[in-house]
Every structure is written in structure tokens, then in C-alpha cells.
């Protein structure tokens, strides 16, 4: 029994259509594969009231995702909040800014619990029991502990320098971890044979349509936080280029299915400059990026020196109007730090790439001062301490004597006043 | 010995079912154009108007030509080529 909304499978280049299956390129071309569905009969079922009686996750737009049947991986995912960041505002001099925060996406802080709670729930339908995927880390840390729960065997392959939270926050889970002494790009090309030969399901590869949809709930959910409308301007973080396209995308199918006006939002792309090959061409006006052979950033997250989505993204920035930057580890590690002491939140560094980005923006006069901008926030900065450590004061150490906290105290003001 | 072509699993309908093509070749282009000779409906599935399409990466031991010399790049007896479809992200 599938989906009544979902036609099956089709090539993004040449439009070659496919049934439903662990699957990801044309065979005509080797374009990447999307899930295609039937807008009108989608149109006809679901409607704002209906959702709006939903449990606030995820799984409030299930018909926008290709399952055939309930999710029974990562139910509780997503329903995020949209905070509304005056002091940020403030401080870089705009009038109005949201923060969708996937900081605090459950189960493991990062927005990848959608696209993996579509994935491994996609697995069990289509029989898989061993999973896995390539990672620069929020991606292992979803896969490991969505497997967990839902009983699949998990192989996860990260680059070995990766964060050490970020590969203990793996292995608690019960995964095999392997570490590739190689950039993530090699780690992918090696669970792409991996997958060919074994038949796993590798989320973020053979099970690439699929999981890939997910990632459209974070623009479902920033639309409907809004009072279903979308912004005037969305600034996102670039790795492989999808979450971009497919924020995107929700809000072209929101439209398309009559909840919402014509969206007119200017989409503007974020990456590090240690590894910034979808903003270099955009900057450039090339219509292919030019891969990066051994990205150099503590934006480990963001380091995929030949993003699969590079063109797709390339191509919304554009028709959309947007633009896109790139920042240096030292803006990164400064906009975490202005992030948390603006509004209390702590993102990781792809966090600080997308604030940082959308300074320099604005800065620019790209991003206009007097409209609406939402930032994507995508995980959480516990994963990632160490990038901005030295950004903050180390505390003062006293001993346990109020005159000399008091003490403390005056030199505090008196350096205030100087 | 000669050059190993290995095939991406959908692929090998392109290829009589094969996983791997031995041919001979100086560099990768001339390799690719031998696989073609045997294997046409592949290599028209790899290159467009001369060029290796979008979303295809060849590897010539476990390395991306892109960051050697492309199709130029030299190949002796013994090497590997690894045709893969470009998926890095996640």
C-alpha cells in the first residue's frame, strides 16, 4: 500500500522516472534522483486547518514526505522554535530577524534528525535491518542514535579528524564507528562502493531521495512559525547544498498546493572560506562549482569540497535573487560567540558561519536592513566547544572571600567607566 | 596486465552484466574510449559532447581526476579507474 501522494522516483537532470527503491541516480546520465508527487491529489487531502490539529513535529506535513505508511523512526523529530532575535537585531543593525534553532532538534540537536527519520523509516519500509552514511559528524550522531532506537545496525564512516564530541557522541549509541584517514569527500566516495556492494542503506547516499525530503519540515515549520507566510529573506548554511533547495522547495509546495501566496524569498548561501565552493560560484557567476580538494576550516560540518546539491543550490540563489558569502575561522568563532550572548543560543559552528555571513551581508547592503530575515541555525555548538574557546574570557578564580568577589566587582565597574 | 574499469552496480546492464572491464590505454581518456569501443551505451552514458557528465566522478586509484590531470591523466598496466556517481553530503 504507498503513498497516494508520492509517483515514484525521477531524474533531476533529464526527468527519467524511476519506481520506489534504494536508489539515487539516473541511469540515463547519472543525475541525481527526487521523490516526484502528486500535487493535486495532495492539494485535495491536506489543508492549514488540518494540520494545525497536529502534534507540532515534523510529522505534522507527512504528505509532503515519501513514506507509504506511519514513520516509525524519529517520531518526536523537528517543531523547532522560531525565535524572534531582537538583541541580535540590534547588534547588526537590522530591524527584523527570526532564528529557526535546530540547536535543539531532537534527538541529537542537529537539524539531521529529519532528514534520517526519514530515512531509516524509509529503510524499514523497504526491508533494510543495516544502515550507515558518510559524515562530517551531526549526520553520524542522527543515524546512530535513530538506529538505536529503532534496532538497525548502524556503520558510520567519518573522516578520522573529526571532532572528538562528535565521535563519542556517535559510539555511545552503539555504532561501528570507522574513521577514513581521508577529507569527508573521500568518505563518500568509499560508502558509495560500500553501498553498491553490500546493499545497505546509506542514508545520505542510496537512500539519498528519501532522506533528502526531510529536510523541507525545517521550511514547513519556519513558514507556518510566521503565520503561514514565508520571509523576505532566508540566510543558510552550505555543506552539500540541499537544506538550501530544499527550504526552498517547501515553500514552493506550500504555494503549489494553495496554503500559501507566491513566495518571493531571496535565498542567500553561507559557507566557510576554507571551504567555500558553492559561494565561490555564485560569487563568480559560474554556473559549476569548482571542487575544493582539501578544505581548511574549523567549520568541520561545512567541509564537502564537491557538495552533490553545489548546482541545485547555485541555481535557487540565483533565480531567487539571493547571493551568497564566505567567512574566516576567526568571524566564525566571533558570531558563535555574539550568538550566544545575544540570545542565548549556542550553535555550532555552521551556526557562526550563518550569523557571520549574514553580517557581512548586510554589511554589503545585500540583505536590506528594513526586511524581514530568517537564519538557520543547525546544530548545537556542545558539539562543537572547541572553535570557540578562545573567543571567550577564561573566568576569574578567587578564593572563597566576599571582599574579594566584592573587589572584583569594583574592578569590573571601574573598567566599565574607563 | 591492463587497466581496470570498475562499474557502478546500476550500471553494469551497459556492460553485459560485467562489474569490472580490463582495457588497454595510455591515459584515462584513451582507457574510457576503449570501454567504449566494447561498451558503447556506457561511455554515452558518462560523457556528454565530449566531456564526463555533471554527476559523474572517475577515480584513478581511489584519486578524483579532477584534482590530477583529467581525462589527460597517464594510466599504466595495473591501475584502477572507478566510475561513481557524485553524491558527497550529508
Known amino acids: ?418 | 596486465m591492463p587497466v581496470t574499469i570498475h562499474i557502478p552496480t546500476p550500471m553494469r546492464q551497459h556492460a553485459d552484466g560485467q562489474a569490472s572491464v580490463q582495457v588497454a590505454g595510455s591515459n584515462v581518456q584513451s582507457a574510457l574510449a576503449a570501454l567504449g569501443d566494447k561498451h558503447p551505451a556506457l561511455t554515452q552514458r558518462i560523457f556528454e559532447n565530449g566531456q564526463v557528465r555533471r554527476f559523474v566522478n572517475i577515480y584513478l586509484n581511489n584519486e578524483d581526476i579532477r584534482y590530477l590531470d583529467n581525462l589527460a591523466t597517464p594510466v599504466k598496466d595495473g591501475d584502477e579507474l572507478a566510475i561513481i556517481p557524485a553524491v558527497a553530503g550529508g
Open chain 1, 1 to 418: 500500500m504507498s503513498s497516494p501522494f508520492v509517483r515514484g522516483l525521477k531524474c533531476r537532470l533529464c526527468g527519467q522516472a524511476y519506481p520506489i527503491s534504494a536508489t539515487n541516480f539516473c541511469t540515463e546520465d547519472f543525475g541525481p534522483l527526487e521523490v516526484e508527487y502528486d500535487y493535486d491529489a495532495l492539494a485535495d487531502s491536506l489543508d492549514r486547518a488540518k494540520i494545525e490539529l497536529r502534534p507540532f513535529n515534523m510529522w505534522r506535513y507527512q504528505e509532503f514526505l515519501p513514506l507509504d505508511g506511519e514513520p516509525t523512526v524519529g517520531r518526536q523529530v523537528g517543531g523547532t522554535p522560531l525565535v524572534k532575535a531582537h538583541r541580535l537585531a540590534h547588534e547588526l543593525g537590522v530591524e527584523q530577524l527570526w532564528i529557526k534553532n535546530d540547536a535543539v532538534n531532537f534527538p541529537t540537536l542537529s537539524f539531521k534528525d529529519r532528514v534520517v527519520a526519514v530515512a531509516l523509516s524509509k529503510a524499514r519500509e523497504l526491508g533494510l535491518t543495516t544502515v550507515g552514511c558518510a559524515s562530517t559528524g551531526n549526520l553520524a550522531n542522527s543515524v546512530a542514535a535513530n538506529a538505536a532506537a529503532a534496532g538497525l545496525e548502524s556503520y558510520i564512516l567519518v573522516p578520522s579528524d573529526l571532532e572528538r564530541s562528535k565521535i563519542l557522541g556517535t559510539s555511545v549509541f552503539g555504532a561501528k564507528v570507522i574513521g577514513i584517514k581521508g577529507t569527508y569527500d573521500e568518505v563518500n566516495r568509499l560508502c558509495t562502493q560500500i553501498a553498491f556492494k553490500y546493499g545497505w542503506g546509506f542514508v545520505n547516499i542510496n537512500l539519498r531521495p528519501f532522506y533528502a525530503e526531510g529536510s523541507k519540515t525545517f521550511g514547513f515549520e519556519m513558514a507556518e512559525q510566521l503565520g503561514w507566510r514565508t520571509p523576505g529573506h532566508v540566510v543558510c548554511p552550505m555543506a552539500g547544498g540541499s537544506l538550501i533547495g530544499k527550504i526552498h522547495k517547501a515553500f514552493n509546495e506550500l504555494h503549489r498546493t494553495g496554503m500559501i501566496d507566491k513566495p518571493s524569498c531571496k535565498f542567500y548561501g553561507a559557507q566557510p572560506t576554507g571551504c567555500n565552493p558553492i559561494s565561490a560560484a555564485v560569487k563568480n557567476g559560474w554556473e559549476a562549482h569548482r571542487p575544493v580538494r582539501k578544505p581548511n576550516t574549523i567549520a568541520k560540518s561545512l567541509a564537502i569540497g564537491d557538495p552533490a546539491d553545489g548546482y541545485f543550490a547555485t541555481k535557487v540563489i540565483r533565480e531567487t535573487g539571493g547571493w551568497a558569502e564566505d567567512v574566516s575561522d576567526a568571524e566564525i568563532a566571533e558570531a558563535m560567540a555574539l550568538l550566544g550572548r545575544t540570545e542565548g543560543i549556542f550553535a555550532e559552528t555552521a551556526g557562526g558561519v550563518t550569523v557571520a555571513v549574514a553580517r557581512k551581508l548586510i554589511e554589503q547592503g545585500r540583505l536590506p536592513r528594513d526586511e524581514e530575515i530568517v537564519l538557520c541555525i543547525t546544530g548545537n555548538g556542545l558539539k562543537t566547544q572547541d572553535a570557540v574557546a578562545d573567543c571567550l574570557e577564561e573566568p576569574a578564580v578567587i578564593a572563597p572571600s566576599l571582599d574579594e568577589f566584592s573587589g572584583l566587582l569594583a574592578e569590573e565597574s571601574s573598567a566599565v567607566l574607563v
